[in-house]
């Protein structure tokens, strides 16, 4: 392909611009050749999948108020118990399924042994959860019977 011009004077320079015709054309080529090919390549197969119905597990896990008062009576739901007592209570509830929550209700004039025994049977029993119900204005415990 020779390339030239009508002017007189010879061009010495070589030609410094890309010729992008052919690019196009096969870029445009491309294009045709996937939109073509494209919908055979989406093949699907069909499963019959099982169906399943489930319920969601609203179980819900009943809960213990325990308090302790600041002179270390112990009291389960409101009622009055002595520490052989509450570890039956504790185990048996350890074997409750779903295992209830331990809600421990402190006196500030409480001693931490107390709790401490506490926590420590609550956990060998089997109850996990436990969780400390606090009042912000420091008001004394006060046990009150569950309904």
Do not use: C
């Not at 499963?47 to 112990?74: E, H, V, W, Y």
């Not at 509450?86 to 500030?108: C, F, K, W």
């Amino acid at each position: 392909m020779a390339f030239g011009s009508f002017h007189s004077k010879p061009n010495t320079a070589p030609m410094a611009e890309i010729n992008v015709i052919p690019l196009v054309d096969i870029m445009l080529v491309l294009l045709v050749i996937f939109i073509i090919t494209a919908p055979l390549l989406t093949h699907a197969v069909k499963i019959d999948l099982p169906k399943a119905s489930s319920a969601p597990n609203t179980q819900k896990a009943d809960n213990i108020q325990f308090a302790i008062d600041g002179d270390g009576r112990m009291y389960w739901n409101g009622e009055s118990l002595a520490m052989p007592e509450l570890i039956q209570r504790l185990r048996a509830a350890g074997q409750q399924q779903p295992t209830p929550e331990l809600h421990l209700r402190v006196d500030r004039q409480a001693r931490y042994q107390v709790i401490a025994e506490v926590m420590s049977e609550a956990g060998k029993a089997g109850l996990s959860k436990i969780g400390f119900v606090t009042d912000p204005s420091g008001a004394p415990v006060t046990v009150a019977p569950k309904p």
